[in-house]
């Protein structure tokens, strides 16, 4: 269902799952405003300016998410600019493989920052904004890694097993606020993480599919949400 001054939020929007979701967004939401962050500009430049073709508002904002420092200034522009996000987007992340006996404590905090803390400082600054408002939706991409291990994914399954924790805390703190929490947590997607692996394309699920059940989500009615959806490749696990 459609909502008033929609404001899109999306973390690790320049390429992958977050350019595929801002896409979709704004081809289905034409008038929204998109807030696009990442660390990379150019890519960023180039995903706004595809969204903005589609009928959207794009706006970017290139930023570390593990700077705690940098999230919080981030934010406070962002909400300057475009007020309080309709849906909360936390989509960076990034995979790096290692086993228990490879994987260094620099490795390990590294992949937990990224996938995990990121999250937490932007939502721990957003959310409070949305239970003011008393609406909101906040949207988290975990993993399948998030609900079983993989051998050599220490780090990345660690994360991701966290994510979903603090997914799950923030939807218990906050439903009586308005506020919808949902997570996604996809198998092998066709993304960078993928190249090189030897696997086809049709091994792995296209990034828009994803897209497009983020957005399924985000349209149910105000009566509804959607708390966890599993998606995996249509000839299972890799």
Known sequence: MGKEKEHILITGASQGMGEAIARTFSEALPGATLSLLARNRERLRSVADACI?????????????????????VCDELLSDSGTPTALINNAGMFQPGGISDTTLEQYRFQMDVNLTSAFLISSRIVPE???????????????????GYPRGI??????HGLLGLARAIRE?????????????????????WDGSGFPDERLMPPEDIAAAVLGAYQMSDRTVVEEILLRPQLGDI
Do not use: W
């Open 53 to 73: 073709a589609a009928g959207a508002n794009a706006h970017i904002y290139p930023c570390d998410l593990t700077d705690p420092d940098a999230v919080s200034s």
């Open 130 to 148: 949305m239970i003011s408002a008393r609406s909101g939706h906040v949207i988290f991409m975990a993993s399948v890694a998030s609900i079983r």
């Open 155 to 160: 780090a990345y399954c660690a994360s991701k």
């Open 173 to 193: 703190e906050t439903k009586e606020n308005g506020i919808k929490v949902t997570v996604l947590l996809p198998g092998a997607t066709r993304t960078a993480s």
